[in-house]
């Protein structure tokens, strides 16, 4: 079952989800900026028809002729239709633009994705990913493609509406202002609460949806335990947390558009008020006061739904800074070689290495392994022998001591030129939902058919005839010898100075194990070979064996050389066969 000790994938702070973003939006500069002056050509038609009315109102008062109404209503008939095609023309190329963008954000996440350090992956755990790919990038999806551009939208209507009623009366505009201090307090309380909270809620829905994964992939290892009211228990527990971010996120809002409602009564209520005044008193026309009563309603749309959106965009903005979280990642492990490894000649020296979750794992290991030698490793359970896999292939790196191929260290190597010198094979392979040339193609890009059909042949793959057979998923379901073949051939592709086996047949019936084990011979040919031997029979057939015990190099020798010593593995050999020394 997986293990719950999982390290979160970071967020990305406040400044660099900043620079991300302008980055984004520049990308596409010229449509955002094609979008940004259709929409404030809108904004500006749409202003024009409370002016008109204003100067209708003041051209009835002034019992002038009906030509000039008739011209005005004409005028005001003419602005509407414009703003309506305008608006429609700025939402139509927002729309474009956001998904333009948002498709741009989708496929960086993947690239990173698979960019993202092995290690890095696994102490995130499944959850935290796949919550990243499933609730926040839709969700910075939305940011973009619906949130951002009505967003802005608002923000220069809000505008051009203000500027408007400042020119007909500039002390009407002033109105306007009373709305700001419960605004201001609402907003403010909010926004100091709102990051944290969203960024809670979202975490809180990763471990629920880690928890839940956990169980499902574990349902047989938790019935067979007895462990099903433990994992109920777990998965309350997960779930209340969750519940409970969820509902600091909705008190959060309900106090705010509680502010928000309030506050858009006062400024219509002034401006009808003073504007009332005023007007008996000589200082404005009756067409200003209704042209500004009319705009200070009209402002309030834009302004509301603004105030409104805070909360999408501090949830979406929350997603953005998750979605990357992982782009920092990838910054922060980018590896640089010093030099190419010149053989596949490999050393541990001194090797410390322990577990972010737990004690030092291995305790200064000793080991040289010349280009071409086959090095089996055994030992007992839990003795250190897959984290010495782990090492060699470079998902982990010491914390102590170097480990090198060919005389560079496995760390610094860049994760695409270090796939090139070393992989490990272990019993797991998956096959992808594509056709079995994707599926070999992923070792090696520019392979021909000819390259593919000949590393078949070398793994005797002789069912696989046909390069554009589908695979996986639901199309051609392949048995766990098929798959291995399919690992083994993108092994010939791949072409490594090493590979390591890490129980790469162990969970085969012996007579696939038997053809695999034929395969890997050939595979193997030429190359370091690492074996992690769980039975013994394989090490037996090994240059030399490596005896690992309590994290430490016990014995290192040939079979026969480390019989005649009587050592551990003499003891480990004779226990294999039932026999006593
Ligand atoms: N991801 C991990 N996080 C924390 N501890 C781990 C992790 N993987 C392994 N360990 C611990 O490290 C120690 C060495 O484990 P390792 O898997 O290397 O042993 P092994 O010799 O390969 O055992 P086995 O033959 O059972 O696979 C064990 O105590 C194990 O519990």
Redesign the pocket.
């Known amino acids: 079952m997986t ?1 719950e ?1 999982h390290t979160e994938l970071p967020v990305a702070e406040p400044d660099r989800v900043r620079r991300a973003f302008v980055a984004l939006l520049l990308s596409e500069r010229t449509r955002v900026g094609i979008a940004v002056a259709l929409r404030v050509a809108a904004a500006g038609a749409s202003t024009a028809a409370p002016l008109l009315m204003g100067r209708m109102i003041d051209t009835l008062v002034a019992g002038e002729g009906v030509g000039d109404i008739d011209a005005l209503a004409t005028g005001m008939a003419a602005a509407i239709a414009a703003a309506v095609a305008l608006t429609w023309l700025a939402s139509f190329t927002a729309n474009r633009v956001g998904e333009h963008l948002s498709a741009r954000l989708r496929e960086r996440f993947v690239e990173q994705c698979l960019r993202l350090p092995l290690h890095t992956a ?1 102490q995130a755990g499944a959850g935290d990913l796949m919550t990243r790919a499933s609730v926040d990038v839709p969700q910075s999806g939305n940011l973009i493609r619906d949130a951002l551009p009505k967003a802005a939208v608002a923000i220069l209507t809000a505008l051009v509406y203000i500027g408007a009623m400042v020119w007909v009366n500039a002390v009407l505009a002033i109105c306007m202002l009373l709305a700001v201090p419960l605004i201001a307090i609402g907003a403010r309380w909010y926004l100091n609460r709102a990051r944290a909270g969203y960024l809670t809620q979202a975490r809180a829905e990763s471990r629920s949806g880690e928890a839940l994964t956990a169980t499902a992939e574990g349902a047989r290892t938790a019935e067979l335990y007895r462990l099903e009211q433990d994992r109920i228990a777990h998965g309350d527990t997960t779930i209340a947390v969750h519940w409970a971010a969820n509902r600091y996120t909705l008190y959060l809002r309900s106090i705010y558009f509680l502010t928000l409602e309030s506050s858009y009564v006062l400024p219509a209520s002034a401006v009808l008020v003073l504007g009332g005044a005023m007007y008996f008193n000589g200082m404005v026309s009756l067409g200003e006061v209704a042209t500004c009563a009319v705009l200070s309603r009209q402002v309030m749309t834009p302004l509301n739904f603004l105030l409104m959106m805070v909360e999408w965009l501090q949830r979406g903005f929350a997603s953005f800074a998750r979605v990357e979280g992982v782009a920092a990642i990838d910054t922060e492990d980018e590896a640089t070689a010093e030099a190419t490894p010149i053989d596949g000649t490999v050393e541990l020296r001194s090797v410390h290495f322990a ?4 004690p030092e ?1 291995l305790h200064g290991v000793d080991l040289k392994i010349p280009a071409g030698e086959r090095l089996a490793v055994v ?10 896999a782990r090492l060699v292939s470079g998902i982990d790196a010491p914390q102590q001591g170097r480990m090198t191929i060919g005389g560079v260290d496995v760390a610094s190597l860049p994760l695409g030129d270090r796939r090139g010198h070393v992989t490990l094979v272990t019993q797991e392979h998956h096959v992808f939902t594509a056709a079995l040339r994707d599926n070999l193609t992923l070792a090696k890009p520019d392979a021909t058919d000819t390259e593919l059909a000949a590393a078949l042949a070398t793994v005797g793959a002789t069912w696989a005839d046909d390069l554009d057979a589908e695979l996986g998923g639901t199309a051609q379901e392949l048995d766990p010898a098929a798959a291995q073949q399919i690992a083994l051939a993108r092994i010939v592709l791949a072409d490594p100075d090493v590979v390591i086996l890490d ?1 790469a047949t162990a969970m085969l019936d012996p007579r696939a194990a038997r053809d695999t084990e034929r395969a890997l011979a050939a595979v193997l040919k030429g190359r370091t070979v690492i074996g ?1 031997a ?1 039975r013994l029979h394989t090490a037996h057939d090994a240059d030399r064996i490596a005896v ?1 015990e309590d ?1 430490g190099l016990a014995e290192l020798g040939s079979h026969d050389d480390l019989l005649r010593a009587n050592g551990p593995y003499a003891r480990l050999w004779n226990t294999w066969h039932g026999t006593s020394v």
């Open positions: 293990t000790l696994e577990y972010p979750t737990g794992v030992g007992p359970s839990g003795a250190g022998k897959s984290t010495i129980e992690i769980h690992i994290g």
